[in-house]
Structure formats: C-alpha cells, structure tokens
C-alpha cells in the first residue's frame, strides 16, 4: 500500500506570495491533518480535514487554510508570505474509527523556504 | 496551555544498551499517547501509542510506559541500533483528535 505523498518536496517563494501544498493520503483514509515544523517551535498543528470538512483548527493565522476533496487529497494554501513560514509542512493521514484518535501516517512533507 | 515537553533534548547511548527518553504532559484530559521517531529528511514514523486505560505496551524492542499520576510518558528501546539515531517525539490527544507534540529528543547512538 503506497505511503502518505507530498508535492513538491521542496518549494522557494519570496515574502508577499502565496503557496498552495499537496497532500495524497493512503488510499482509504479519509482524515488529513497538516503540521508545521520548525527549528524553534517543533511540530504544530494546523488543521484537519474529514469527509472534505474542516474539523480541527489550531492557532495559525487565517493566512493559512486547507481544503479536503472528495477523493481525501488535500492542499493546504498560505497567502501572504512571511519569512516566519519557512518550515516543513507535514502532511498526515489516518483512518477515522470509532474510538477516536488512530495512528497518523506522516508523509515526507514540503520544505518551504521563504527568501 | 496544553503542552508536551521533553526532559532531555539529545541522548547519547553505547550501541547495544537500552535507552530510555522521557517525555511530560500538562494535559491530563489526554487518553492517547504516541511516539514517533524522525530521521532525518523523512517525515515522522509512528513507533508505538498507549490509550490512557493502560501503563505498559511493549512493541518490538519498544516498551511504552505511561504514569498518569504524574503525567509521564517513556520510551524505552532494547538493545539500542545504530539504525535508532534519530529525533524522538512524543506526542498527546485528547477529545479534540489533534496531537500535541513535545519537543524532540535526539538520540546518538554511539559505536
């Protein structure tokens, strides 16, 4: 079974752009979180998405936003461009059970430099 | 707020013995807790998780302890690899379905 795929790998913007990630979760899995991941603040939570609908949301600023399609896949947007959003962009998906949380599986993510 | 913290941020252990990284949380509404090794370049790799209804689940060479009392999560790997070198996150959830993530550990595994 094909693993968690992100596009691009990597990705250079300048300040004021906006950037649109790919998320592909494993096939079957309908949730798709997304993280950042920096020197200094370690892994953050974004957002996740379940049946195309936002479920959780943590605190980022409205510049970021994702969306969920019909087939799972994902895309995370960022407007605006900061210096601050240089980072990895996690990417993780897992099957939605009964019993709440489930095991996430983490794609390779999409290093984002911010010149 | 809620938050994961590590206790050590690198570790560096002779090839072949255990190793043991601990880990903190602040959020005793969490029942579920998991741990994830990072090597470098890849994204993060679940190793083992734990549901608050337990203390102990052993993997293969992993043994996940968790102690509610005093919120604390450890991981401890049996006859430590080369292949082990790598960060170490601990991670936590609670009703909310998003995972917390502490800081890191780096694990050195010496020759």
């Known amino acids: 079974k094909a693993g968690v795929t992100q596009t691009p790998r990597y990705l250079i913007k300048t300040r004021g752009q906006q950037v649109t990630l790919s998320c592909s979760p494993i096939?079957?899995?309908?949730?798709v979180s997304w993280y950042q991941q920096t020197p200094g603040q370690g892994l953050q939570f974004l957002f996740e998405y379940f049946s195309e609908t936002q479920r959780n949301k943590g605190n980022f600023p409205g510049r970021f936003s994702g969306r969920q399609f019909s087939n799972s896949r994902s895309e995370m947007n960022v407007s605006t461009l900061e210096l601050g959003d240089s980072a990895l962009y996690l990417c993780?998906?897992?099957?939605?059970?009964?019993?709440?949380?489930?095991?996430?599986?983490f794609g390779p993510g999409t290093r984002l430099t911010v010149l | 707020g809620e938050s994961v913290g590590l206790h050590l941020p690198t570790l560096s252990v002779q090839e072949g013995d255990n190793s043991i990284i601990n880990c903190a949380y602040s959020n005793s509404a969490s029942d579920y807790f998991i741990w994830y090794k990072q090597e470098s370049g890849k994204g993060p790799q679940f190793i083992i998780d734990?549901?608050?209804?337990?203390d102990k689940r052993q993997g293969q060479r992993v043994t996940v302890l968790l102690n509610k009392t005093v919120k604390h999560l450890s991981l401890q790997i049996a006859a430590t690899q080369p292949g082990d070198s790598a960060v170490y996150f601990c991670?936590?959830?609670?009703?909310?379905?998003?995972?917390?993530f502490g800081s890191g550990t780096q694990l050195t595994v010496l020759p």
């Open positions: 734990i549901r608050s209804n337990m």
């Open positions: 993780a998906s897992a099957v939605q059970g009964l019993g709440g949380v489930n095991e996430q599986f």
């Open positions: 096939s079957g899995h309908r949730s």
């Open positions: 991670a936590e959830s609670g009703s909310a379905r998003q995972l917390t």
